[in-house]
């Protein structure tokens, strides 16, 4: 009976020692004496050491960051970037078989992907079209990456450092910008009152009255400010006079 307490001992906590709890989000790549033997899911599982291993694998999405790096845009202007990369493995066994380091290798990958990409651009297009240049970055990595069974979700450039004499020249554009607007748009207005004073001018000149109403609404405006002196234009009595004959002439009888 003690031998056999003796040898129940220790198998009973190798078997203890042997289970192994995957959490939902992981899996577990199994090696036989170092062959593959299969791709274990979650929950409880037993690995007889030391002829099974076990490699643990996240199937989390993994938020990457990508190192500011100086860049040379096709229009020769040098900017620093940096930018954030999502990936998730999607095949467990290629990304420990195919790959030493997934998260090194991609991160690798990522910045001379985001060097090259963005040096085919220029300033004004990298700064208008960052959307797409983002998709074309993230294309290019997931092509390099699929052989290691992960997949790249979305690589967005977040942050682009300019020279202190670019950013200086921009301003001043985005101001002499907004002062060609500011001109055009005084112009314009211009151009659309002196239509109106000119339509004015006609409708006046077919109506002689329509001066003098206008002359004496002008006089009621200035009464209003409490002014003793009243001025009457030199054209008033000829004014009255032209509306005179024409209501003399109207009122004879045919």
């Known amino acids: 009976m003690d031998w056999i307490s003796f040898l129940a001992i220790p198998i009973i906590l190798y078997v203890l020692v042997s289970f192994r709890v995957l959490k939902q989000y ?14 274990r899911g979650p929950g409880l599982t037993v690995i007889f050491v030391p002829i099974q291993q076990m490699v643990r694998v996240s199937l989390r999405t993994v938020t990457m960051q990508i190192p500011s790096q100086k860049i040379i845009t096709r229009d020769n202007v040098s900017i620093d970037i940096a930018a954030v990369a999502y990936y998730h493995i999607t ?12 998260y090194n290798a991609i991160n690798q990958i990522s910045q001379t992907t985001v060097r090259n990409v963005v040096g085919r651009f220029s ?3 990298l700064l208008s079209d960052t959307s797409s240049i983002n998709d074309q ?6 092509l390099h990456t699929e052989p290691w069974g992960t997949q790249v979700t979305a690589v967005e450039i977040k942050d682009i450092i300019l020279p202190d004499n670019m950013q200086r020249a921009m301003a001043r554009e985005a101001e002499a910008e907004r002062e060609r ?17 000119g339509e004015a001018a006609d ?24 002014n003793s002196t009243i001025i009457f234009p030199a054209q008033f009595m000829t004014t009255v006079q032209e509306a005179v004959a024409m209501l003399s002439k109207d009122a004879a009888p045919k």
């Open 123 to 125: 300033l004004d297009q």
């Open 137 to 142: 970055i993230k294309n290019v990595i997931d």
């Open 26 to 39: 992981e899996r577990g790549v199994v090696f036989l004496l170092g062959r593959f033997a299969g791709v």
């Open 91 to 102: 095949d467990p066994e290629r990304a420990v078989i195919a790959i030493e380091n997934v």
């Open 181 to 197: 607007r500011a001109k055009i748009v005084a112009a314009e207005g211009e151009y659309q009152a002196a239509v109106k004073l």
């Open 203 to 226: 409708i006046i000149t077919q109506h002689p009255v329509a001066l003098q109403l206008r002359t004496l609404q002008t006089m009621a405006e200035i009464s209003v400010e409490k």
